[in-house]
């Protein structure tokens, strides 16, 4: 029998005001184009990490407990849209230096956990909706200012209905 597995990820999990912020602004520039994602489930990816064994998972951990990371701050404020995936997506305009630096620290450790690395460049971006037809222009918000502390260990679960993202862990920036 394989191994049981995990779908896992790293993430920024903003709090829920921002979330809800975010939330708005998907519902009125999306209206019933796509299939917004809901608030609960907003956030940004820092590695993905996929199908991960038990032991995998203990790895990744013991990785994420040598991060040396930096608090920072996000400013949201881009609308975009990948016509492959199909995603309308809220991002940075600039990536701040301590988050490059912290998805640099998480792959490089990840590597010995035998994950591959994402061989396109890293970009933050928080997905808003799914399933969008069409073309979608790109566009500037009055900015989501979003303080960033922690960094997390997210189970993605699939069921019938849609996802369920299950915060495993959390880890602190330094201030
Ligand atoms: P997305 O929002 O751009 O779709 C949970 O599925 C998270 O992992 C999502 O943020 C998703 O990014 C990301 N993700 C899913 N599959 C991925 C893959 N194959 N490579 C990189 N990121 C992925």
């Not at 708005?24 to 940004?44: D, F, P, T, Y």
């Not at 990490?49 to 990744?60: D, P, V, Y």
């Not at 701050?73 to 912290?102: C, D, F, H, M, N």
């Not at 862990?169 to 330094?174: D, E, K, N, Q, Y």
Request: aromatic residues 10%.
């Amino acid at each position: 029998r394989p191994p049981e597995t995990q779908r896992l990820f790293f993430a920024l999990w903003p709090g829920a005001e921002i979330r809800e912020q975010a939330t708005q602004i998907a519902q009125r520039m999306l209206g019933k184009r796509g299939k917004c994602v809901r608030s609960e489930n907003l956030h940004l990816t820092l590695v993905f990490l996929g199908s991960t064994t038990e032991q995998q998972r203990a790895c990744a951990e013991a990785v994420a407990d040598t991060i040396e990371g930096t608090a920072f701050a996000l400013r949201l404020e881009q609308i975009g849209y990948w016509s492959r995936p199909r995603v309308v997506w809220l991002a940075p305009r600039e990536t701040p230096q301590p988050l490059i630096e912290l998805v640099q620290q998480l792959n490089q450790g990840l590597t010995a956990c035998g994950y591959q690395p994402e061989a396109r460049p890293y970009r933050a971006h928080m997905t808003l909706a799914r399933k969008v037809a069409g073309y979608f222009p790109a566009r500037e918000v009055a900015p989501l200012a979003c303080p960033v502390e922690h960094f997390y260990l997210v189970r993605s679960v699939s069921y019938p209905g849609g996802v369920e993202y299950q915060v495993l862990r959390s880890w602190p920036l330094a201030q």
